[in-house]
């Protein structure tokens, strides 16, 4: 089991590292503790329901160790008695950081709780991904939203579930987190590259690909955000042109997210451009400098595949 976890130790880095110093890498998983305990504070600080969200998004990380042909994999291996202590013990390192917070918070029930269910998390195997077809209001040309809206339907589930409760309890700044949380689960659909065949099908310019990705990116991000942005301007009429801003820069962190990934194409998303959208979120005025940055980088890939 120490062999495997050095493993999994050393892939870590090496993702974190991408090719570059070390030092690069050590200074990405150190900004990103920041965006963490940032993120944390102001949950807890902004939120009464911040507890639950915090349990439910530790068991959705862990939920990902519990697919079923990696852990026949992992059965085979180490056998059954290992195999479960290693479960375990990657289960709870995965859980570990949101202890700590909660051990801060003094939340010391919803630890035990979260505890517990970690552990028995480890005892249970079942596929992360489902061949269900889920109906969607997207047609099939843009696959990132066909696919990506099927592979995470229940964090729009949740994420209306807060934006009810945030009406009903009139908790403003919980209503924001359900906003945030659905930009989230949108921008995690342009993280993985596609195959080129489906750059090439488009036949268009690099510049009109661009231009068409982003507005399809951003008519369908409305069509799953509107529900929410109807439902605070009658509940919170007095604060639209905050959420109206609010949803204007997720647009403008979704436009940058897509022209970054097509500024590395075919190649996923480099350290070097994810230490730059990372900055981004510290200093959002960047985002002036860094989109028309990632659209030359974008034209300039997209030409090999593009006329």
Known sequence: MTAYFKLQFIMTKRRLSDGYHPIVGFLLASFLLLVFVGFSMLLFDKTTFATYAYIIMSLYFTSKLS???????LKHCF????????RILENLIVALPFVIFLIYKQQFYPIFFLVAMT?????????????????????????EFTVGFRNTFFMYIVAYGFAIIAVIVDNFNLGIFSLLMIFLTIFTYYFKSENEYFVWSYSLTPTKFLFEKIRIAVVFSFYLCSPLLILFSIFYFDNLVFILILTFVGYLYL???????????????????????ST????????????????????????????
């Open 67 to 73: 697919e079923i042909r990696r852990n026949d994999f």
């Open 79 to 86: 056998g059954n008695q290992r195999y479960r202590k290693l």
């Open 119 to 143: 552990v028995l998390m480890a005892f249970l195997n079942f596929k992360t991904t489902y061949h269900i077809v889920i109906p969607t209001p997207f047609y099939k040309k843009p696959f």
């Open 255 to 277: 436009t940058m997210i897509i022209l970054a990934k097509y500024s590395a194409y075919p190649n996923e998303i480099d350290m070097a451009q994810a230490i730059v959208m």
């Open 280 to 307: 981004t979120l510290v200093f959002p005025p960047m985002l002036i400098a860094v989109i028309p940055f990632f659209v030359n980088q974008s034209i300039h890939k997209l030409k090999v595949f593009l006329r």
